[in-house]
């Protein structure tokens, strides 16, 4: 998939909201972080750089309408399922986030729900979905589901007000993970063999937002936590020495071309569940391919609260206002 920008590069947001912000100096690691916009005071500008304009303000919030339990697969198992919220009483079609939530986690846990409540009072419609997981569903089946998923949101766009040319696909954790991979794939039909709707091999999304993720297994597996290799390994099928063609298919990094959308990456630097590393490792391999990466550091983040920050969420906003101007 092609992106639309000419210039790219890879940034890290010093104003929110805004469209055309001034970039920071390319040795910083991160911006001010909390649940509300950090004060222009408080942003490091290198000497000649233009301070950026304060946030706009926060428009009126809009009602929201939900429509649950929507199966994406009939007659399929019952995690087969998401959740529609649009703003209610207005006329679609609506910019559209696919969301994805967190290992254990659900489509309808108050994190997504957080999420998606946020998006649609500001004029988005958010598809939340569940999927089979891990440890009784391993790989491929959670991206298996994600995929025919977004599928289901491809064929069924019209019928729900949903805009497949402005959409973008936003996850948490292992829902990151899997939005990275709907993104940089450059085949879907090693994942929708067995889905009842087709998906475009390009154009399939017109963003990714990962809120942290696992997007090379191979980096995380060299940590050498006995634990979280035991999980990784349960999960891929084995360790990276028996099945290592796996753990190269299942990592996003893997897949980065020149045809990948544009990619806006989120990560705590207090995240101690998946390090800071695997987003810094994919926004590197996505600039080195050309393709336009933005990659938001919160140093004051957790692997919970940044799912949670209203910081991260304006700069979603803000991606996608450069996305559809």
Known sequence: MSTRYGSLALVLFVSLLVTGCGAVAPT???????TTPAPPTATALPPTAEPSPPPSPTPAELPV??????????NGAPLQKLDIYRPQGLAGPFPTLFALHGGGGNKSDSDM???AYYFAQRGFAVVSSNRRQSPQYNYPVPVQDAFCALAWVQA???????????LVAVGHSAGGTLAALLGVVDDPALFVK???????TARRVRGVVPFTGTFDYILRGNSHDPADMAQLATYLGGAPDKVPDTWKQASAITWVDSQDPPFLLIHGLKDTTIAPEQSRSLAAALQKAGVDVELLLLPDADHGAIVRSEQA??????FCGRLWP
Not at 28 to 34: F, H, I, K, L, Y
């Open 156 to 166: 069924h766009a019209g019928t729900y007000g949903l805009d497949p040319a402005r």
């Open 313 to 318: 969420f304006q700069a979603v906003v803000a």
């Open 65 to 74: 309408e939900v429509i649950r339990d929507v199966p994406y697969v009939a």
């Open 194 to 200: 067995d889905c009842p709707y087709p998906l475009p």
């Open 28 to 34: 910083a690691t991160s911006v001010p972080s909390a």
């Open 113 to 115: 729900a957080g999420l």
